[in-house]
Every structure is written in structure tokens, then in C-alpha cells.
């Protein structure tokens, strides 16, 4: 899982603020264990602030990674690691909810929860798999008597039930245990199954042999007797524990998914992981050998802290499934919150999950491309719009009309007149979020636009959404960057500046999109149509609710025009009791 030995320590992170901030944090969330009879009791309603409104959470207390997320006979099903007690990570239990449309969510009881010595001491992440004769099975880590990761499963206890609420563990659980010298401590995550062309089901196991990360691969006829295969599907040096694996095939067709079970040649498979050594994700692009059951990376990406992410800021354990009744990859993610555990402990709550994102392969093949889910846009209610509006150098515009503290804003920049402003782009900045940091929004000169989203109107509080264009030898750079150090006046938060580069010819036409969700307390983005995404926590101390303000800026030497730019109030649906 993502699990949280590591989200006992919250989120581990760069700067030494952060680590010093959620070492207490590891501290005040020590593994406090309680009975599934008290796991199970409800808990009074807490107060709760900067709450967001439609990004998924739970009622009160803590979440974090999406688990086994399916489709199944007209029910989308979302299960999550949640603490039924307390907004700190702890007496981890599978909560359960279920939705018609991915937006509205109904909550349901706990799903799986610690009942034997193979689960006893937690109930940790793992996949859901339709099996033959429309028959889903959960394979997930548990954490046993002797505090070793063993792989479970468990069945609907009743398949005419619609929202399948109670799950049944068969009594010859583990059915995956460390054997053959794994390190039992590090152990976890079992992907959704995949059939072979002999009939056998394929899994992924996330693991480490000492820095090594490794995705250990098992067989199965029956999907109860696992063999261990004899070389791990993918192995990297360097990079350590590889928590939340995800592997699937991946189409080119915009918005258009592949099931797991397609063989194909020719057909491009995705492999994720999320490292527990940075807390951040990283995907490649590759081949995969049904022959010789090996995953091969194209040359192009690299599954180590240099390589493709599908989110670039607070954004992780993320999980796909495969939506046959309208035929897409969905990816789900988990936002941790960036703030402090007596914030947490406050409001009463602890992270949410991102807006579901269908996922495909851009046509380059370079990369994936994510959106939005079209059903997002029932939220849009109110309505702005500004066209052909020229921004000169130091320009700030204010979009009015509707709230900005919960808001879907899709804005296409021109920039066409001021590339000739480019700075020039040198060859030894790889690292876009530390690029981000050295030339923030408020780093004047060049070609640098964006939004400030969650503003006060003196724009003292804003958090900034930007673009900055360098020019290359060959070709422009873009830089994507989210910036919320001016966020709030609140001195607990950790404000990380999040980067990434954008995979577009900007010098081509001089055009570049933008779509940012904004929720109370996150910011999710997607620049040039889903090519480079990123996610941030912020929680404003005065632009909240009405008092939220929207702003387009120009921090370049040459003008920019808004070609278009619509904004809409988000209505708020219903998730999880709230």
C-alpha cells in the first residue's frame, strides 16, 4: 500500500521543515490498535474546514490509497485505506463506497477489517480482478501475527447483492506468503490480475532486495495456488521499496482504454510505481515479453527519480482499473494533506483522493495523457467567459462572476508575440520543481503567465499556476509550476513549489491550455490538455469560500492574449454522508 508505515511519518520529504514537521507526526500516529468490534463503531461527526466539496473523502478521519477500484454490473466500486478512529494514519481497515457515475459517491460499511492471524495487525492495499463468470475477487496485503506482509483474498459473500457490501476470506488465506528469502517487511501491494495466453493469471507483488525495487511475478491456475515466477517481471537498481505497482496495457486513442486480459502485438504496456524513498510516482512506457513474461522500458523513459510521473505534486499510491461500460482507463490517486497534524486533529479529517482521470497514450507514444472524467462537468454551474483578452507586461486580471473557491477554470494562453522573449533554456536544468523554485511567478522577465487561484483580492494570499517558456537549440522549453508558498499565512504548512516540463511544441503556434479544478484546499491542473498534471494541499486563512478571488497575470517582457477562458461554480454532489 502506500501503506503508512511511511504515512505514519505522513509524508516523507525534501526540505528539513518538512522532515522535522511529520518525524512528530510519526510519533503522534504510533500504531494504536482497537478491536474489529470498536473498528466498526461509529464515531460523532467532526468540525471540519477547507473541506473540499467534490473531491472524494471520507465523512471524518483518515484515507489514503484508492484499493481495488472496479466496475461491476452498473456500480462503480471504490474501496480506500481508512482509519475509522482518528485523522492520523492507523488501525488501517478497507472502507467501501459506491457510485453510478464516479462523482456521487454512497457510503457503505467497511468492506474488509482485520478478523485472523493472516490480516490481524492490518488490512493493507491491494487490487480487485473479475474473474470468469463475472465473479470479482480483492487481493490484498495483510499484515499477520508475526507482523509479516502476506498476500489475502476475499469474495463477495453474495453476488445478487448490488453493492456487494460483505466480503468473505476463505479460511486457506495467505494465499501469497514471503517465502524464497523476500524480505517480509517490504512486501506488498498486489496488482489486478492479468490472464495469460495458457490460461494462467499473472500478478505483481511490489518489493526491494536491499535498494533494489522489484515487481515479483506470480502464476496461477486456479487463483488460489500462486507460484513464485523465476525472474521478477521488472527489476531497477537504486531505487528502493516499490510500493502500489500498477501494470496495464495502454491504447493511443484518445480517452479509449485496454482490459488488462488484451494480448496484442504491437499493444504498449504502462508499468507505475510509487517509491517510498521520495513519496512520489514514476511510470515508463514499454513491451511486454508474453513469452518470456518480462517488461521491457522503451528508451525513452526510466523508472527511477528521473522518469515520467503521472502527477507531479502531492500525489501517490495511485491506482487504474479498466471501466468496460465506456471502454477507459480511470486513474485514481491519494493527495495527502500538506498541513500539520493538529490542523488534522482540528478539522477532523486527513486526505482525500483526486478527481478521477482517464488515462490513454499520446501519439507520440512519449507519454500518457490524462483528463478530467467527462462526468466532472455535471458540476459546472454558473458560468464566465473572456476572449481575446491582451495581458501587457505586469497585467493582472480579474475573472469575476462566480465563487473561485470551487471553480473548473479551461483557459488557452497565446503567447505568440513574446517568444522572442524566451530566456534562454540551459541544458543542466533537469530538475523542473527545483526550475520552478529558482524562477517562481514572482521572478519578473521573459515569458511567464498564469493563474492565481484561491487569491485574496490584495492578492497577499494566491496561489500561483503558471507557465514559463525558455528557448532551447532546437525548440522551446515548457515549464508547468505550482507555486503556494504565498497559500496562507499559516506557518505550519509545508508549501512545496511543484514542477514539471511540458511535452509541446509551444513555437509552433504560440498556444497553451490550461485546466485548473479548484476545491477549498486543492489545486489539481492540467497543462497542454493532460500532458503534464500536478497536484497541491493549500489551505488559504482568508480566500476561502466568497472571499476567494481569480486572477490571469503576465509576468513577462511581451504581451500574452487569453484566446479563451471559461470558468464555472462547481455544484456540490454527494460523497461519503456529506
Known amino acids: 500500500m502506500g501503506r503508512c508505515r511511511s504515512c505514519g511519518s505522513k509524508w516523507i520529504l525534501v526540505t528539513i521543515f518538512a522532515v522535522g514537521l511529520l518525524m512528530l507526526k510519526a510519533v503522534e500516529a504510533s500504531h494504536h490498535l482497537f478491536t474489529a468490534e470498536k473498528l466498526l463503531q461509529e464515531v460523532p461527526p467532526s468540525t471540519i474546514s477547507n473541506r473540499t466539496a467534490f473531491h472524494f473523502q471520507a465523512f471524518k478521519n483518515w484515507i489514503n490509497d484508492p484499493n481495488g477500484p472496479m466496475y461491476y454490473n452498473g456500480v462503480y466500486h471504490l474501496f480506500y485505506q481508512f482509519n475509522p478512529k482518528q485523522p492520523i494514519w492507523g488501525n488501517i481497515i478497507w472502507a467501501h463506497s459506491v457510485s453510478k457515475d464516479l462523482i456521487n459517491w454512497k457510503p457503505l460499511k467497511p468492506a474488509i477489517y482485520p478478523t485472523g492471524p493472516f490480516d490481524i495487525n492490518g488490512c493493507w492495499s491491494g487490487s480487485a480482478t473479475i474473474l470468469p463468470g463475472n465473479k470479482p475477487a480483492i487481493l490484498y496485503t495483510g499484515i499477520d501475527s508475526d507482523n509479516r506482509q502476506v498476500q489475502n483474498i476475499a469474495f463477495p459473500k453474495n453476488l445478487s447483492d448490488p453493492y456487494l457490501q460483505d466480503w468473505v476470506k476463505p479460511d486457506y488465506n495467505p494465499v501469497i506468503s514471503p517465502d524464497h528469502g523476500i524480505n517480509s517487511s517490504a512486501f506488498r501491494d498486489p496488482t489486478t490480475a492479468w490472464p495469460g495466453s495458457d490460461g494462467r493469471w499473472r500478478l505483481v507483488v511490489g518489493s526491494r532486495r536491499d535498494s533494489q525495487g522489484m515487481a515479483i511475478l506470480y502464476s496461477s491456475e486456479d487463483f488460489r495456488t500462486w507460484r513464485m515466477e523465476h525472474n521478477p517481471l521488472h527489476v531497477i537498481n537504486g531505487t528502493g521499496m516499490w510500493e502500489c505497482p500498477d501494470f496495464f496495457p495502454v491504447s493511443s486513442k484518445p480517452f479509449e482504454g485496454v482490459d488488462n486480459s488484451v494480448h496484442s502485438n504491437g499493444l504498449k504496456h504502462v508499468f507505475k510505481v510509487s517509491l517510498d524513498v521520495d513519496r512520489y510516482e514514476y511510470y515508463t512506457i514499454g513491451t511486454y515479453d508474453y513469452a518470456r513474461e518480462s517488461y521491457v522500458p522503451d528508451g525513452l523513459s526510466s523508472d527511477n527519480n528521473t522518469g515520467l510521473r503521472f502527477d507531479y505534486g502531492n500525489f501517490y499510491a495511485s491506482k487504474t482499473f ?35 482521470r482517464a488515462l490513454w497514450l499520446s501519439k507520440n507514444g512519449r507519454q500518457v495523457v490524462q483528463w478530467p472524467v467527462h462526468e466532472v462537468k455535471k458540476l459546472r454551474h454558473k458560468h464566465v467567459a473572456v476572449y481575446g483578452k491582451k495581458l501587457s507586461p505586469g497585467d493582472i486580471f480579474e475573472i469575476q462572476g462566480i465563487q473561485a473557491s470551487q ?31 529558482e524562477k517562481g511567478e514572482g521572478t519578473k522577465g521573459g515569458v511567464s503567465f498564469g493563474l492565481y487561484v484561491l487569491a485574496t483580492g490584495d492578492k497577499r494570499e494566491r496561489t500561483s499556476v503558471f507557465f514559463r517558456i525558455f528557448k532551447a537549440k532546437k525548440r522551446h522549453v ?39 479544478l479548484i476545491d477549498h484546499s486543492v489545486v489539481e491542473s492540467f497543462a497542454a490538455g493532460g500532458k503534464t498534471c500536478i497536484t497541491s494541499r493549500v489551505y488559504p486563512s482568508f480566500a476561502s469560500g466568497s472571499n476567494a478571488r481569480l486572477f490571469a497575470f503576465n509576468n513577462g517582457d511581451g504581451e500574452v492574449e487569453i484566446s479563451q477562458l471559461k470558468a464555472w461554480e462547481m455544484r456540490k454532489p454527494y460523497i461519503n454522508g456529506i
Open 322 to 356: 479498466y471501466d468496460g461500460a465506456k471502454r477507459r482507463r480511470i486513474l485514481l490517486g491519494w493527495s495527502n494533506e500538506s498541513d500539520s497534524n493538529q490542523d488534522d486533529w482540528a478539522k477532523g479529517w486527513a486526505g482525500i483522493h483526486t478527481i478521477p
Open 407 to 437: 471553480a473548473d477554470v479551461e483557459v488557452t494562453f497565446d503567447a505568440s508575440s513574446s517568444l522572442e522573449n524566451a530566456e534562454q533554456f540551459d541544458p543542466s536544468w533537469t530538475n523542473p520543481q527545483k526550475l520552478c523554485s
Open 478 to 516: 515548457v515549464l508547468f509550476c505550482h507555486d503556494p508558498t504565498r497559500s496562507s499565512f499559516n506557518s505550519r504548512l509545508y508549501k512545496p513549489i511543484y514542477g514539471g516540463f511540458v511535452d509541446v511544441e509551444i513555437q509552433n503556434h504560440g498556444k497553451i491550455s490550461l485546466r485548473s
